[in-house]
């Protein structure tokens, strides 16, 4: 990309009024999902490229292997979206956008310095284990291969995802809002307030119980992370998070991070039988 | 962990000259190595737990499911190591560790306030192509599995690995520098001088050619990216780091997330090979 549009964009600053711009695929809620719902927490406007008639060429425009950023000094061209453009600055990488959006759209305490990584840490760590390995539990060998070339892998992975992961994970965010309520500090990942690590593990669930709804189920019923589910329908219930969840914009589940597959939405007794066999 | 040491540890504030900590799994490079690297490129001092006789009971204390970090709010307990230490602050997650020293070690440029966002882009997405997927190249089924009970599923997810994923990431990281170059800025992946980005893709390649080193060297000798190799090696020339490499602080590879099986050891023919049989 010589010459298109983002060429012609230069500007000499970022002012915290510039519009927000969501660069992702169509279609689908995705790991773009996470950005939109900052967005809507916060009552702040922006722009979603994936609604726009050219979505499509507006990610391959950035991830092309020709586009070099050219013009754009310094931004760098991006591998993957979701994409956030805001005024000159074009950046990548879901939790880099979080952590860059955190502080401007009131999602992250003003008072503490140090607030934002404690923050970024809780994010990471509910990404990798509701979103990057629930994904990969539908594409265990290859991205780029078909799930349909992968299945036995998949529902051996899923087995033992619903059995080792999914409780491992749940426990860890079951103890960090234990840690909270020890020391009274409210029924949020971190703080006297929601932040933006609360609305990441919202949608990390929300999706993850779309592709495991049986096994999710099952440990919600065993009642084990009560205040982890609890947290997941407050976020669900906040005004403006409902608002969107009623809406058009939010988009169902399809064949995205989140999918659902019958041979997968395994319980956690499928895995016992599982390594009975071996 | 209600009364243990951490505890004890109860601080007002942290200033920039508080010892810096790594808490950290002892005998293994292991993700831990990033954080060292860029204390040793600094030069700045750093307290390696790894190295001492406690260095299991520290990690395990920090991981328990009893730890509720208690008498050090706000801080939250880690799912898992590497930790850091910086006065009153401890922090997990790698990317976090080092988005947070980054701009204390002098490893992000001070003049531009978003620096740091384009740097954690480049960090995170060389963590995603060379630490994540190769640790999941021997572990595609499950980490809580050994090696030897998803060998044929490694066998297979090594051959895609090398085919399709290691040549995307290595062409992005050639397409920045190529960006760099462009705009004359040098030959580091951001900016005019190293960055901890420029540290991070050159641990996650010399890690990548330790599990696949007939692929890397393939691919090295096909010339299409000579840019990344560059870096690489100027990162391995730096008085700092070649001191450190020398050392025997600098850990050979093991059991961590770089590992040397024979049978992963494959080359780009052997993936057209596993697709003829499909």
């Not at 609604?51 to 586009?67: F, G, H, R, W, Y």
């Not at 495991?212 to 982890?228: E, Y």
Request: hydrophobic share 35%; glycine share 6%; with cysteine.
């Amino acid at each position: 990309m010589t010459d298109g549009p983002a060429a012609k964009r230069q500007k000499a600053s970022t002012p915290d009024e510039a519009p927000y711009k969501l660069i992702y695929w169509p279609g689908l809620p995705g790991r773009g999902e996470h950005v939109r719902l900052a967005f809507e927490e916060a009552g702040v406007p922006y722009v979603d490229g994936a609604k726009q008639e050219d979505a499509v060429p507006q990610v391959l425009a950035q991830i092309s292997t020709d586009n070099l950023a050219e013009g754009i000094v310094p931004n760098l061209p991006p591998l993957a979206p979701p994409i956030l453009e805001h005024g000159d600055l074009l950046i990548s990488q879901l939790p880099n956008i979080l952590l860059y959006l955190g502080p401007k759209l009131g999602l992250v305490p003003g008072d503490d310095a140090n607030a934002v990584y404690r923050i970024n840490a809780l994010a990471l760590t509910a990404l990798d284990g509701f979103s990057n390995e629930v994904h990969d539990c539908h594409h265990p060998i290859c991205t780029s291969l078909y799930y349909e070339d992968q299945k036995p892998e998949s529902v051996r992975k899923s087995k033992l995802y619903v059995k080792e992961r999914l409780p491992k994970f749940l426990s860890y965010f079951e103890r960090v809002l234990h840690a909270q309520e020890e020391r009274k500090a409210g029924s949020w990942l971190y703080g006297a307030s929601l932040t933006y690590a609360d609305l990441v593990l919202f949608q990390c669930l929300d999706g993850t119980a779309y592709q495991f709804p049986r096994a999710v189920q099952q440990l919600k019923d065993a009642g084990g992370h009560k205040r982890v589910f609890a947290l997941v329908d407050a976020v669900r219930a906040r005004p403006n998070i409902a608002a969107y969840l009623e809406s058009d914009r939010r988009l169902p589940y399809g064949e995205g991070i989140y999918r659902y597959y019958k041979e997968l939405d395994v319980v956690l007794e499928d895995s016992v039988e599982e390594e009975k066999k071996e």
